[in-house]
């Protein structure tokens, strides 16, 4: 009872094949189980499954050695490239408090993996996966994190201020404190310009980085070859914005509302 992503594996994996170099389909049938969350009846895309389902016919047909402590998650095309898939970085972060070393993911995800400090092996078609199976390294380097400084698109240094105002006073304290901030006046007094430039005056830990990242991968909005998320988050949802858009809730998918993207920075409600 999958979802049209889980139903459609067999084709992705049996055409993926086809288009390798590694002969004819496996002739015995195979039954492959998918395990997929099952949290307060939610689910995710599965389809990051495609590739290890590959690998474990292959390996189940002898054609493959699959090296101990490495994951494998991409989704597969009909002619067998490697694509990308949401969430890698939560996901290589619990692999790795699992003990695994390294993880094989399509090229693009790359940076993002590494970011978490996992081994992360790029491969852009199903031939090179074999291939790097074929002579997989005795030794792999550990990747050098390092964040990047975080990135200002708006600073509050830009506002002009009269003579006297008292509201920047209460614009710091909320920033310093972490406290809501209701803002009024008339249309195109400066509501919006000031609440835009408040995530110039937070700081990020690396902790909240990391779950922001993880967040911002989740939800499929971590732009691609990028490692982490570099800015303190600002989101403005439209004024008709749902509930489950602000918040989540829906029943058959697991995706971030407006209140998590806004995690570690500031949510503007107009």
Known sequence: LGDAGSRECQIRVRSAWDSSNRGDFAPHANTTVLHTSDMLG???????????????????????????????????????????????APMARALLAEGIRAMVVPRSLVAEVEATGMVGLGCNHINRVFDLLDDFPTRLKAPVVTHEPMVTKRDFADVAVTEGATWPLAVEVA???????????????????????MPSL????DATRAEVTDLYSAAGLLPEDTAEIGAVPFRAPHHPCSDVGLYDGSRHTVRSGECSLAHGGVLFMD
């Open 42 to 88: 939610m689910q995710g895309p599965t389809t990051h499954l495609d590739l290890p389902v590959l690998l474990t016919v292959a390996w189940n047909a002898g054609l493959v050695k699959i090296p101990e402590r490495v994951a494998f998650a991409a989704e597969l095309s009909l002619d067998g490239d490697l694509r990308g898939f949401r969430g890698a």
């Open 175 to 197: 920033a310093a404190g972490g406290h809501g901030l209701l803002l009024e006046g008339c249309p195109g007094s400066g509501k919006t310009m000031v609440a835009s430039r």
């Open 202 to 205: 937070l700081a990020m830990t």
